[in-house]
């Protein structure tokens, strides 16, 4: 049996007056791929901050590797939060510091590793996500986009995380960066055994890596399921998404 | 969550070679130990890494095996491995799929080198700071050909808030600085008997010289820093590109309303610094000297020419000129990272404080050589 690494119940969350999710519920599997998918607003972005602990849910309950998020410790939280990767949309790397910083941060607050090893996990690491060699020495303004998604994907992946949430990691990429990005994160979980989560609109990485997914709308979940069973689905939005129906564009 | 066995290794020393037996979890948590006990271990000619008894395996524990491997090897020793788990050697495949490449690190330049950079950039500066001048001087003249340009409502709004807004701050500063003109001049004078010159003192000193000085520093480091804040944060989010495509000159929209309401605001604030300034020097000459209001009052026509009320209200526009052109020209060099802007908003107010200062000085010297 598959255990469940991520388990949201009945959620609701509010900002003020305003009700984003209404009673939401998906379980994330472990080592799979999973998307979080929905219109602009629909909150998909919200309940993955909620997952990594940036926002707090109305009520409800979130369990992330067996923690209840509504629970936890000061100290459970930090170890929860070395337990994961985030990549960030715009990927939010420090701009005082060089890519090579970026990534060692991370291992000089949290681990007693030699400056000769961490030398070697940069390397290994900047070598991993497919930037060049000396990307180490670059600051994040002399990167272009898609160096940036992947300077950004090497901090997440510095502390060997075994869940990985990507906050539309393939969103301005072109097409043949993002088909090189999906492809990089199905190896990586294929051979690190990582659970990844992703907010994504782009229908062509779902198509490609995406095992799972639940797609968001009127604040509820529409579908949760394989691309299959979520197809079987008989919903305006799934038509909407999936360019079906009313509104869709022929094969 | 299960307890982890932390990293080990045992060197078992067979005749001509040794066998290294990692076991534990060789994960990043728990390398510290075994780090230490490979940095001491010295070369055989032939050594076995024994992988059998490895419970897990992460990137950091294959990069210390790669880096103690890679040392043994250039010492000239012979390495195999053994009894290794078939997701421990994909792990290995991954990160080390591409042959290393040793990059060198960027090399810092020598200081004479960034002497010399530095002094290239400051002249250059100058000449991109001129550059800017002349541009918003043609934009200028353009824009009073076509009054209906002008942006009266933005000027305005920064009179309003570079002006009104100020208020507080420069009565609180203008009145202590009579305080302490006051305070250093009643000791001295009452050496003399001479205390009724403390008027002339103040009057003198505080119109003519620190009224002006003091507000320009205010407003330097006030409304200065914002100009240059405000612009550079535009910039970063790329919204001057957006006005300029939409055929919004920067210049008529962010820098003249600026400088002309800073222009308009400065003499008034320096008027306003005086009257708080002297009165700051009465409490004191009251409170020290027994010197009522009135006998101070009295005394201050006689000996506060106007000239000296007016060279000081002169220099508003001057200062207001400088402060507001260097801080809205540093505002445009920010660059697309979150540092530059500080590092910006700090140059803009040093630039311009000095600058105020300097202009300070020249105008001592003309006016001491005009006899003024």
Same mark, same amino acid.
């Given at each position: 049996m598959n255990p469940s690494i991520i388990e949201v119940r009945n959620l609701i969350t509010s900002f003020g007056e +305003?009700?984003?999710?209404?009673?939401?519920?998906? +379980?994330v599997k472990k080592n799979e791929i999973y998307a979080l998918l929905g219109g602009s607003g629909s909150g998909k972005s919200t309940l993955m901050r909620e997952m990594i602990l940036l926002e707090r849910p109305e009520s409800g309950s979130i369990h992330v590797l067996g923690h209840d998020l509504s629970t936890l410790t000061p100290l459970e939280a930090a170890e929860l939060r070395r337990s994961w990767g985030v990549l960030f949309q715009s990927g939010a790397l420090y701009s005082s510091l060089t890519v090579g910083e970026n990534i060692a941060l991370l291992y000089n607050e949290y681990t007693d590793l030699s400056p000769k090893l961490i030398d070697e996990l940069i390397r290994l690491k900047i070598d991993l996500v497919g930037l060049p060699p000396h990307a180490k020495y670059l600051y994040p303004s002399q990167l272009s986009g898609g160096m940036v998604k992947r300077a950004a994907l090497a901090r997440a992946l510095a502390l060997d995380p075994k869940l990985l949430f990507l906050d539309e990691p393939t969103s301005g990429l072109d097409p043949l960066s993002s088909r090189q990005f999906d492809a990089l994160i199905q190896q990586l979980r294929d051979l690190l055994g990582l659970t990844v989560i992703m907010v994504t609109h782009d229908l062509d990485t779902i198509h490609r890596i995406v095992d799972r997914f639940t797609l968001l709308g009127e604040k509820k979940v529409i579908a949760e399921g394989t691309l299959d069973e979520v197809l079987r689905v008989d919903h305006p939005i799934v038509d909407y998404f999936f360019q079906r129906g009313a509104y869709g564009i022929t094969r | 969550m299960q307890s982890v066995v932390p990293a080990s290794l045992t060197i078992i020393s067979e005749s001509s070679q040794i066998r290294i037996e990692c076991s534990?979890?060789?994960?990043?948590?728990?390398?510290?130990?075994?780090?230490?006990?490979?940095?001491?271990?010295?070369?055989?000619?032939?050594?076995?890494?024994?992988?059998?008894?490895?419970?897990?395996?992460?990137?950091?524990?294959?990069?210390?095996?790669q880096l103690t491997n890679r040392r043994f090897e250039q010492q000239g020793s012979i390495c195999t491995t053994i009894g290794e788990h078939k997701e421990h050697s994909h792990l290995y495949r991954l990160l080390y799929s591409k042959p290393i490449q040793e990059v060198l690190s960027p090399h810092s330049p020598s200081f004479v080198y960034r002497l010399g950079e530095e002094t290239y950039r400051s002249v250059t500066g100058i000449g991109t700071f001129l550059a800017f001048l002349g541009e918003a001087f043609i934009l200028l003249i353009y824009t009073l050909r076509h009054p209906h340009l002008i942006r009266y409502r933005a000027i305005g709004a920064h009179i309003l808030e570079t002006g009104a807004n100020a208020l507080p701050i420069i009565a609180i500063s203008a009145f202590l600085i009579g305080v302490v003109v006051a305070y250093q001049s009643v000791v001295q004078l009452q050496k003399f008997g001479a205390d009724i010159f403390i008027v002339d003192m103040i009057g003198i000193s505080l119109t003519r010289e620190l009224a002006p000085l003091i507000t320009a520093i205010v407003v330097a480091g006030r409304s200065g820093s914002a100009f240059t804040a405000q612009i550079g944060t535009m910039k970063m989010t790329q919204e001057i590109d957006a006005m300029k495509t939409m055929g919004f000159d920067p210049f008529t929209f962010l820098v003249w309303p600026r400088v002309i309401a800073l222009m308009i605001v400065m003499p008034l604030l320096i008027f306003f610094a005086d009257m708080v300034g002297i009165f700051g020097g009465m409490v004191i000459a009251a409170t020290q000297s027994h010197l009522s209001f009135t006998e101070f009052v009295h005394r201050l026509q006689g000996a506060l020419a106007l000239k000296h009320y007016l060279i000081g209200i002169i220099k508003g526009p001057f200062f207001a000129f400088l402060i507001a052109f260097v801080s809205t020209y540093r505002g445009f060099q920010v660059s697309m990272n979150t540092e530059s802007i500080g590092q910006y908003t700090t140059k803009s107010v040093v630039n311009s404080i000095f600058l105020v200062i300097a202009c300070d000085a020249l105008f001592s010297i003309l006016l001491t050589e005009l006899k003024l």
């Open positions: +305003t009700l984003i999710h209404d009673h939401i519920n998906c +379980t | 534990g979890a060789w994960t990043i948590g728990y390398l510290s130990h075994v780090t230490d006990e490979l940095e001491a271990l010295l070369p055989l000619s032939k050594i076995i890494w024994d992988f059998t008894a490895l419970s897990d395996i992460d990137s950091s524990g294959v990069a210390l095996w």
